[in-house]
Nanobody, 126 residues
Framework: QVQLVESGGGSVQAGGSLRLSCAVS????????MGWFRQAPGKERECVAA????????YYTDSVKGRFTISRDNARNTVYLQMNSLKPEDTAVYYC???????????????????WGQGTQVTVSS
């Protein structure tokens, strides 16, 4: 049973920073491509970042480029999302996801991921 548990969410003021963590158990973490998604009320769940198995390749959606950094520590079975210069538009529930499939490119669509965490709320006030 693969389980993903997010932590680090909370409320911050615009311009602040937050680091999300996702601990993975029950599987071979280093074999998973990892991603972070977010979903705001009334909106579709969108991929904000993804990282390859080795950590050498990353993807970011345009709205977070330069502000968010995804990283992973395969020794700790943990993926992180460092969020800087936060904006009210970043307010959402953030989900960690794992993809066990081999692909040419990094997955960015919800259906491409096999395992999901329960989500953690991030609220950015202005």
């Amino acid at each position: 049973q693969v389980q993903l548990v997010e932590s680090g969410g909370g409320s911050v003021q615009a311009g602040g920073s937050l680091r999300l963590s996702c601990a993975v158990s029950g599987g071979t973490f280093s074999s998973f491509v990892m991603g972070w998604f977010r979903q705001a009320p009334g909106k579709e769940r969108e991929c904000v970042a993804a990282i390859s198995r080795s950590g050498l390749t990353t993807y970011y959606t345009d709205s977070v480029k330069g502000r968010f950094t995804i990283s992973r520590d395969n020794a700790r079975n943990t993926v992180y999302l460092q969020m800087n210069s936060l904006k009210p538009e970043d307010t959402a529930v953030y989900y960690c996801a794992a993809d066990s499939d081999r692909r040419v490119g990094l997955p960015t669509l919800r259906y491409q991921y096999d395992y999901w965490g329960q989500g953690t709320q991030v609220t950015v006030s202005s």
